[in-house]
């Protein structure tokens, strides 16, 4: 069974702070994504990694970065937090199909 | 652009009402077609993956087809537990790398 596992399903930070998201798959996949998912706006692209220590851009990168220091692993971090990266993030992995994992609902305050 | 539009946006059905969910995309060539289904304040759960004119796929109530235009996603008598929202998404040609495009969903609402 396949699975996307991701750090935190809910998370509750301040203005300012660094942030780290988790997503580890155990598909051996080699591409991962980050997105975000908002009311109206649907899933866009933040971030996306077709290899070990390979990064591309998505649709809305700004005020993010991402590490892929192992296959299976891709994190997410939100450098200075703002209230405006409040959000639903969601992490997938593809090798033909793509999967999701459950998705962490951050706050910022 | 590759793009892809779903409609309708809402679709509020009896128990038992069978309908149909449009997916219209527009790409430059077609990989392969995604059906999700997402419940609230959860990931999408990956449901079907169509690649070429013709093909349909089922699971349960859920019938997909498509076209080299659009995919249909067909619920025969759907129940309450059917409700979620749908989205489709493509893969377009231009690499294997290259990320899904996705349309906004359709929220279905299932009423016993």
């Known amino acids: 069974d396949v699975k996307v596992t991701q750090s935190s399903r809910y998370l509750v930070k301040r203005t300012g702070e660094k942030v780290f998201l988790e997503c580890v798959q155990d598909m051996d996949h080699e591409n991962m994504f980050w997105y975000r998912q908002d009311p109206g706006l649907g899933l866009r692209l933040i971030y996306f990694s077709y290899d070990v220590k390979m990064k591309e851009k998505g649709d809305i990168p700004e005020g993010y970065s991402v590490s892929r220091e192992k296959k299976e692993r891709f994190s997410l971090i939100l450098e200075s937090a703002s209230t405006n990266q409040t959000s639903m993030y969601l992490c997938?992995?593809?090798?033909?199909?793509?999967?999701f994992g459950p998705g962490t609902r951050l706050t910022v305050t | 652009e590759d793009q892809v539009t779903q409609s309708p946006e809402a679709l509020r059905l009896q128990e038992g009402e069978s309908s149909s969910l449009n997916c219209s995309y527009t790409?430059?060539?077609?990989?392969?077609l995604f059906w999700y289904r997402q419940d609230p304040g959860k990931g999408p759960e990956f449901l079907f993956t169509?690649?070429?004119a013709g093909e349909e796929k089922e699971k349960e109530r859920l019938k997909a087809t498509l076209t080299k235009k659009e995919s249909f996603l067909h619920i025969t008598a759907p129940k309450p537990e059917d409700s979620a929202t749908y989205l489709c998404a493509v893969h377009a040609a231009g690499g294997g790398n290259t990320p899904l495009v996705f349309g906004k969903g359709t929220r279905l609402s299932v009423i016993a």
């Open positions: 790409v430059s060539g077609l990989r392969g």
């Open positions: 997938a992995s593809r090798d033909g199909e793509q999967y």
């Open positions: 169509l690649y070429s």
